[in-house]
Antibody, heavy 121, light 108 residues
Framework: QVQLVQSGAEVKKPGASVKVSCKAS????????ISWVRQAPGQGLEWMGW????????NYAQKLQGRVTMTTDTSTSTAYMELRSLRSDDTAVYYC??????????????WGQGTLVTVSS | EIVLTQSPATLSLSPGERATLSCRAS??????LAWYQQKPGQAPRLLIY???NRATGIPARFSGSGSGTDFTLTISSLEPEDFAVYYC??????????FGQGTRLEIK
């Protein structure tokens, strides 16, 4: 079965960077992209971006351009999301998600368990 | 950016009742709309995609309808486990994926 297992909670100071991992199993990693979605405490879902695990192509949300980088390591079937210059409003649970095949790459049928990133001085 | 507005913000109903949740898009998204359910401390779960298609393993009491700018998620007869927050998501304007702000379905 498809599984996405994320790294553990992080506490960072303002201005620092965080890198969250998402290890995939149960499917051919390079056949699907990985998206990242975050959720601030008590708030809704915010799409952050997407990376193709096949060729590394990326699309990022405009508000995060320049601060976010998504990468993959096909040798370990792991996707990464790095966010730099952290601010207090980056405090959120960060999810990785996988879509379906073909044109359903952005319909999120599989999700990681979430990683809480807390930004506090 | 396409804005999705969900209503009501909170819906209070009893088990066995019918729930109707609305999602309105600021411009047409054709049928490229999905619905997710999220329970406290859990990741979202895909319920409906392309407006009216149930995802794998989703009970038949969940149904979706609509196209263009107006969409509805209906739960025909509420079970205790259905009380949660529901989000709509559009994928028409790739890569500008957006979610609605959510509807909280609570027990009356």
């Amino acid at each position: 079965q498809v599984q996405l297992v994320q790294s553990g909670a992080e506490v960072k100071k303002p201005g620092a960077s965080v890198k969250v991992s998402c290890k995939a199993s149960g499917y051919t990693f390079t056949s699907y992209g990985i998206s990242w979605v975050r959720q601030a405490p008590g708030q809704g879902l915010e799409w952050m971006g997407w990376i193709s695990a096949y060729n590394g192509n990326t699309n990022y949300a405009q508000k995060l351009q320049g601060r976010v980088t998504m990468t993959t390591d096909t040798s370990t079937s792991t996707a990464y999301m790095e966010l730099r210059s952290l601010r207090s409003d980056d405090t959120a649970v960060y999810y990785c998600a996988r879509g379906g095949s073909g044109s359903y790459y952005n319909v999120y049928s599989h999700w990681g368990q979430g990683t809480l990133v807390t930004v506090s001085s | 950016e396409i804005v999705l507005t969900q209503s009501p913000a909170t819906l209070s109903l009893s088990p066995g009742e019918r729930a109707t949740l609305s999602c309105r898009a600021s411009q047409s998204v054709s049928s490229y709309l999905a619905w997710y359910q999220q329970k406290p401390g859990q990741a979202p779960r895909l319920l409906i995609y392309d407006a009216s298609n149930r995802a794998t393993g989703i009970p038949a009491r969940f149904s979706g309808s609509g196209s263009g700018t107006d969409f509805t998620l209906t739960i025909s007869s509420l079970e205790p486990e259905d009380f949660a927050v529901y989000y709509c998501q559009q994928r028409s304007n790739w890569p500008l994926i957006t979610f609605g702000q959510g509807t909280r379905l609570e027990i009356k």
